[in-house]
């Protein structure tokens, strides 16, 4: 197999041309087969387990190809702006499968650090003052929860705004703790615009 590394020291792609990096997964789904392999091969991205791994989605490809995602979770956070492995697997016969490919970038550090100083309000704050937006804790109001995410009625904004603890993966420190924040703009500007941000839960 070929393999790329990223700066986390676990692999960004794997690929064996000509071939499949393994054959004849026993398992039920393509999911399940994709989990079994990460299983089998848990030390090649410096895990102990896959119990950080979540499924996050089957995307079919064709008749029999499959890219199953998974999406990296650190101290009960998901992880953000990298954190997601795909494992690319195809059908062989029925219950059997071909794992063609893996590409990724996740961390074998699973230990999160920083603390926790600013509210979820806060956090949502910055980010839209980072994004260009005048605002205060004092627009924001808590509309309720949507999974962990906690939902916003801000002062100003036509659409609701929301932002929810992750976190946030680094090469030198580790996973730190920090907030992912949408920040939808209002049509003021004559178009609606949308910003993604991470803040740093310090």
Do not use: C, K
Request: glycine share 12%; net charge negative.
């Amino acid at each position: 197999a070929e393999a790329r590394w990223n700066e986390f020291g676990t692999p960004q792609s794997l690929i064996r041309y000509g071939g499949y990096l393994a054959s004849g997964v026993s398992a039920g789904s393509a999911e399940a087969a994709a989990r079994a392999w990460l299983d089998e091969n848990a030390r090649l991205f410096r895990l102990a387990s896959t119990d950080s791994l979540e499924f996050a989605r089957d995307a079919e490809l064709g008749s029999t190809g499959h890219a199953v995602m998974f999406r990296q979770t650190i101290g009960g956070r998901s992880s953000t702006t990298d954190g997601l492995l795909v494992v690319g697997i195809v059908e062989a016969a029925e219950d059997s499968w071909n794992v063609a490919y893996v590409s990724g970038r996740i961390t074998g550090d699973t230990t999160l650090t920083g603390s926790e100083r600013l509210t979820p309000v806060e956090a949502w704050v910055e980010a839209a003052e980072g994004a260009g937006e005048r605002v205060s804790a004092s627009d924001v109001r808590v509309a309720g929860r949507h999974g962990d995410w906690t939902m916003l009625d801000v002062d100003g904004f036509a659409e609701r705004q929301s932002v929810r603890p992750a976190a946030f993966p680094t090469p030198g420190r580790g996973p730190v703790r920090a907030y992912e924040t949408t920040v939808l703009d209002t049509p003021r500007s004559g178009h609606d615009e949308g910003y993604w941000q991470v803040v740093d839960a310090d």
